[in-house]
């Protein structure tokens, strides 16, 4: 299992766990994480599972892929750290990964 921890607006921290393949995504689905719409379903088709990597994992993360980074152009308030969270596997390097949901999706 790994743990991801969803930061809200307020500062309200959420700590998932997913197995490992599943996506950050899905994880915030499973668990009524507020904020994480992913109209699409992981699709990478929508930008409404936008999220910021905290800069401590932003290395370890990676940035976006080509598809993604187009994706992208549609989330809201979209910063370099920005990510669709459909697109984030659960891997043991990321146990622990925090992610900053913005205060709306796009």
């Known amino acids: 299992m790994t743990k991801i921890i969803f930061v809200q607006q307020n500062g309200e921290r959420i700590e998932t766990e997913a197995q490992n393949g599943a996506t950050v995504m899905e994880a915030a689905i499973m668990n ?8 699409c379903g992981g699709a990478c088709t929508c930008a409404t599972c936008h999220v910021y990597v905290d800069a401590a994992w932003e290395e370890t993360v990676g940035g976006p892929s080509a598809m993604e980074e187009d994706m992208l152009d549609f989330a809201f308030d979209v910063k370099a750290s ?9 891997r043991d390097a990321i146990n622990g990964l925090i992610v900053h949901v913005p205060s709306r999706q796009g």
């Open 32 to 39: 009524g994480v507020p904020g994480i719409v992913a109209e």
């Open 82 to 90: 920005s990510r669709l969270s459909c697109q984030i596997k659960e």
